[in-house]
Each structure stands twice: as C-alpha cells, then as structure tokens.
C-alpha cells in the first residue's frame, strides 16, 4: 500500500504534446462523471516554455531542451515493462529549488503536466509522459546540501545517486552511510518516489523509513543515515530446488536470525552471473542459490551464520561458502545487483525483458515461486526468478520479443498471472518497483475501487488540475 | 510529521451537544474564508440516535449510553495537558465492523461529530470532544481475529491491549510479541491513532512500522509481530549530571550500538521510582540516570553491553550494575512504564501533573535537556524529566494547580518553551504523544501554514462534513 502512496505526492511529474498532442486526456479506469482534466493547447504550450526561460532568467538553452533524442530518452526505457504512447514536449533541467518552483507554477498556470526524472532505472513506465507535458530531469540537482554527522541525517538534492553519496560519505572517513540499495544508478528522487528497497531491506526497511522531510518540490530530502557495522561476511548456499530455497529463506526470517540481505537467484540467473564473467575466474554452480549478508560485531556475525548454516541444511542446502575475500564479497554482491543489466545484454536483435515484481507472506514463497517459475518455464523463453527474498519480494525477468504478438500475449499472460496469484494469497502487486503506468490495472486488484477512489480524492486535493505526472497509479476518477 | 498525519485517517471521532451543544463550531486558525462546517441539531442528534438503536436492531441500551459519568469518562481525562469545554453527547459501543459502520454512515447523514475511544491513555486531549457529537468506544472489540504464525502478522480489533496482546502471544507459546510499548493501558486503535512509540523503539521502530493494513472503519488492524529474542538483560549507569547523562545516550545512538532500549530519568523521576515502592526492598540511587535494555543472541548481547559500559564511562558514567535476575529487570522496567501513574500518585488535592514531550536530533538532546530542567526546577514545583532518549524523545511531567491561575500560566509558559526549543533545533513538538487537541499552535509552529493546508485539503477529501474528530490536529482552514 505504501509503496503506491508514496508515489502520491511523489516523484513523477507527463506532457502536453507539442509534436504528438494529446490535449484532451481520455482518463477512464471506472465511470467517469466528472470531466476529465483539458491540458494545455500547442500555443499555451509554447507561451509557457518562453515564460520558463525568460523567468528563469537565461535565454533557456541550459534549461529547456526539445531536442528529439532528449525526448525519446525522457519518455521511453528500454527495461521498463510497459511504455505508452507519447514523450514528453519538452525537457527543464533545473538547477536550484527556486527554479523548480518556477517551472511548477508556470505549469500549474497554464494546466501543463509534469513529470520528473532522475535516475531513470524504474521499470514499469514510471517517468514516462503518456499525456506529453515537461520532463523534468534533476541532473544538475545532485549535490550533498548539509551533512549533520552527530544527528546521523544529510540533506541532498533528488538527483543525487545512492551510490554516489556512499562513496562521499567513506571519502569524509563519516563512519556513515545510506543503506537504501537498489539499481546501481537509482538515484535518490526516484527512490523516494517508488519507496523502494534492495537487498539490505532485511536489515534496513524501505526507503520511507529513511526519509525524515521533504522539500515540497522535492528539491531536497534529508535522508537518516547508519553506522557502517564493525563486520560483514558474504556466504552462498545451493538448493536441489527452488522450493527449497525458498524454504529455507522463510524459515530464515522466521527464527528472527537478524541477516543483512538474503537473495535468491534460481539456476537461470546464476547462470546469467556467469555468462556476464563479473566473478571470473570463479564460476557459481547453476542451481537454485541463496545469498547472505551478515553484518555487525564480529562475535554476532560468527553466531549469525553457525544458525544459518543450521536452518539450510533443514532444508538440503549444501556448498554452504564465504566469499573468499572483500573483493569477492564486493563482486558477488555486484554480480547479484547488475542482474537485470546483465540479462539486457543476453538479449537477441529485437528482443527485450519484461522484469516485474511482487511480494507474499513468507508461508507463501516457496508456494508462489515454484508456480510461477513453473508457469514462466513453460512459455520456453529464457526467464529467471530472484529477489529480496528476505522482503518476502521476487522479480520474474523474460527476455522476448515485443513485436511477436504471439510472444508478448503469452508473456502478458503469464505476468498478470503471477501477479493474480500473489493477492490471493494476501500479497502485494509490487515489492518495490511501484506502480507506476504499467501496474495501474494490478493495484485496482489488490486495493479495489473503493481505496483507490480515497487515494485520486487525496491526490486531487493536492494536484486539482491533474498536471503531477499524470496517468501514473491511478487515474481520474 | 508522520506522528501528525498518522491521525488524520485515523482514531479520533467528537460530540454535537446535547446537553451543552455548540452546534455550529466556530474553527478559526486562519483567517477563514469558507464556511464553518455546521454539525446537528438537538432534534437531529435525537433523531440520529434513534436512527443507530434501530439500525442496529437492539433496544439500545447496550450500544448507546447518554449515562453522565459515562460522558464524563469518555470527554475528560484527568492526564491530558488539556481538556477543552464539552462532552460527547452519548458513547456507542459497538461489537462489530458492522456496528461501527452503521454509526458512522447515520453520523455522516446527520452531521454528527464522532469520537473514537480506546485505552483512554493518551496526553493531549486526542479523545475530547470540544464540538459534542458521539464517542465510540471500542471496548466490546477487544480480539484476535486471525493469527498467522508463519507469516509472522495477526488481524485485531481495536481495543485490545497491546499488553493483552502479548499475553496471549506468550500463552500460546508462539515465540512472537508485538515490540511497541507505550504506556501500560493504550490499546491498538489509539496507539494507530498517534503513532505512538515506547522504550523499543530504538530497536524496533514506531507504531507506523508495525501496522499492515487498516480497515477503513478502524475494527481491524493487521499487525506485524517480532520474535523474540534469545536473551535480555537490563542496565543501569548514573550520572552526576542530566547533560552527562543526555551526552553519554547521544553517544550510544552514534556510535550504532543496537541497544534494544534506552531510557532517561532525572534524580527526581528516580526518587518517584523509589517512593511509589514498585522495585522495594531495592532503592535507586536518586541521581540521573540512564535505563538500558539489550536483546539478542548471548553473544551481541555481552558484546553490546562492553560497548555501552566503555562508552557511559566515557561521560562520567558510574555504578553500572544489573537488574540481578527476571523478576528485577521486569520491575525496573515497569517502575519506568508507570512514571506518569507514579507521579500522579503524588498529587495533593487539586493538583494535576503535565505531562507533555519533545524530540530533537541526537546532537542536541543534551543542550535542551539541561535548558528544560533549569527552567522547570525554576518553576519551584515538583518536576521530572524522563524519555526514550534512543529515539530523541523526552518527557517534561509536572504537578501543578490548575486553579492557581499564576502557576497555570507559569507552566504553560515553560511548556511552550520547551517545544520552541526543540523547534529551533530541527526537532519536533512531539515524539508520540501526538498532536490531538492540546498541541495545535504547535503543529502549526511546526511545519507552517502551508503544509497545514495541504493536511486540511487531505482531510477534507476524505472527510468532506468535518466530522470525524474535529477539533483535533487542525481546523478547519
């Protein structure tokens, strides 16, 4: 639930269509008796561009860009599920809060939606401008603004990369740092839009239990920050099945053994591992694997994985090793989070990956990923499970060709299915990649008309001209 | 923020007078430029209670009291920092989602304020009803719905407490508790209602962590639950100051010791300890002192408490010592959970105690502790200050005569400097106590006129009659 909330109020401002206009939105999820909102005509369009150039003070060249591939590349990704029709007019890129409010009242003047952009590394169409409007792409809003290091919280700008600010933090020697890890090149905008985890939520949360405060524009967030922990330990446990694994993962969270992260990678994504040569020379044997992370005092960290050890072999886990060193530690972990990059680079002339996610109670998983991998091994396409298996959240990744309609039905298919099955059994359509346009449909299931009528209520009090990056999570009622 | 926002869905319904009825309500923060929401009639507010007792199909003379004690009970509460004029005009008690719908749908049709009602513990008046109108009182909805041992969650209804709740959890021997511990009496609808937190909360977070998903009416809440952890051990360490102490806890929470709780209390919050007899035959040194709970595996356990004694000592920290056995730590804990009912204890005739509380970034904490008490001591009444200082929470309780209209003042004055205070330092005007009635120039101080109208426009949109609580957190803009 919180994970669509949070993109409310969120990040995520769509177009009003200067090369393809689609000025009246045609918003239709239930029966619509209100009208739907009218966006601006091409020529307030273009009045309001000249009005954001000459408020902001420059001839406009650095600020707005309408250059073509700019514009593909702000409406359009290449990993997202779904992409609907329609870029963005144009691109701002501001480079302070001040011009950001500028760019926000023009656009709420001349009814223009507004999408914003950062990262670019969500999946389900949640940057895209399927009602044209203006991008608007926080590049030059990547700065720390204020480091407390005795209240252990900084403030930064939305564009700001997890990653990035990681390596600022240990070159200050702060002790600090934010365990917020999704995408390498998530950055922090997007992250609070899509409330998203990675695979240290087990020991961390989600992104909302990181955020203290928000500048409204969402220029600045202060973020907390934790301890770097005194120790770390990566092991690798292999399973005879993926039910196992899953298993053994439940059982994990069960006892309350406090792991760090715990992932699992079915005997398609190891071998994807692999095949991307990130750990060579060392190659991972191809079967159903859990990894862990431990982390904290040394003695917690050596008792942690005596009990880890003691609950896979409960559920036929063996090869259970250590990552030999840091930097195999490092590389293992980073074979596991460029996943998603090294399956796009498997992919034939034409093809493309679907990779979606959802969540389930932990007696569920090993129910629930059995199923759907059994499902998604039957279309004969090559496909993968894994996931932040501690989250109780699992990604399926497909690669197949779009323009086979044969191909795509089937894959559609086969998504909405995994998703049919997690809410019945009192799952959530999305883990962490929120809704965005491509799983509108999903959270009408999971929420129902009622709830999602309460939060277009919530969203139109604040945005009654529709303009925040519409035709994302819900529509006009 | 959260602690603000949690209660706009939430707990908290308020009265339509029918034996002093205030029927149109005069809400004025701003300058106001919409109506006054106008709320029933005497004849209506009849009318509508005749209406429920049919509805729900009894007599009536167990789902709707207009008993003047009860009122009474339901309207004021001799622990809340304030009490507005007016009482509810009758109390319902629902047994069932049904039951609570059915009210809620013939308070809607006639205008009628309603009021939730559960432990009845909280400080800020969140339970008044200064516009009338009908209190629920939940207590007949006091169960476990489903438990889900595996998934680690468990549906109940509102009024259960969450000292019930762990009973039951221990008595079916489940190895799960829910952590959030707020004073001995809340129930789960309040504790949704203010977010509220407790001693655990270093460790586990607040009430807005561990809560799923709510039934929109408020019968249900879904909980999360923790195991429970191998071993426990509970500190003490004095200190020759409140700013050694203050410091000393500072240093706990940065140096990312996971403490499982850590509590302050001020030599006179001591001396309560040892007056209200709880832990006798022991006596508590009368000096300020820091409370710390460890949990986890024996190893982290030992582990954690080597770091906290060279850290204490560090601050001038001496007599670090043990509760000695079981029995011990559960009656130094619980001499800490009754403070408030301890001092309360101490009340001569036509005394009431103050009890109100801050939070501030861990950097600060020090600075206003010591600023807080002299100006308190300054006052020449008796006072204590005592906190979840892990969280950046503390406790301001004083005894006062509310009738000595000098002394009044004179504690209102100290009271808003202390929330000025913690707002100059980035801090907030309340850690779990709440906003209700009594901290709403606060709020407002807080996060300013904006942000409170875009909370108004939110609960507008969910709350278009103005009726579920009003007068509380904010007015109506």
Redesign the interface.
Known sequence: ?LTATAGIFGFGLAGAGLQQPPQKATYKLFDSKVPSPQYASMGQMEAALEEIRRDIGTDGEDIISIDPEDLHAHGYSEWSSTNPDGLPVAVAYPRSTDQVSTIARICHKYRIPIIPYSGGSSLEGNFSAPYGGISVDFAYMDQIVQF?K????IVVQPSIGWQDLNEQLAKMESGLFFPIDPGPSAKIGGMVGTNCSGTNAVKY?TMK?WVI?LT?VLADATLKL????EDLSVAVVTFPSIRDAASAA?EV????V?VAAMEIMDEVQMKVVNLGGATAPRVWKEVPTLFFKFS??K??V???ISLVQRITKGHKGSNFEFAKDQREQKLLWSARKESLWSMLALRKDGEEVWSTDVAV????LADIIEVSKKEMDDLGLFASILGHIGDGNFHESIIYNRKKKDEREKVEVCVKNMVKRALEMEGTCTGEHSIGWGKKESLLWEVGP??LA?MS??K???DPRWIMNPGKIMDLP
Do not use: K, W, Y
């Open positions: 639930m407390n005795d209240d252990m919280d949360g239990d405060n409204v934790a301890v770097v922990p439940a969270m069960q006892t309350g406090p904290g005092t003695a917690s050596q008792e942690h109670p932990f007696s569920r009622e709830t309460v209520a919530i139109q009090a604040l």
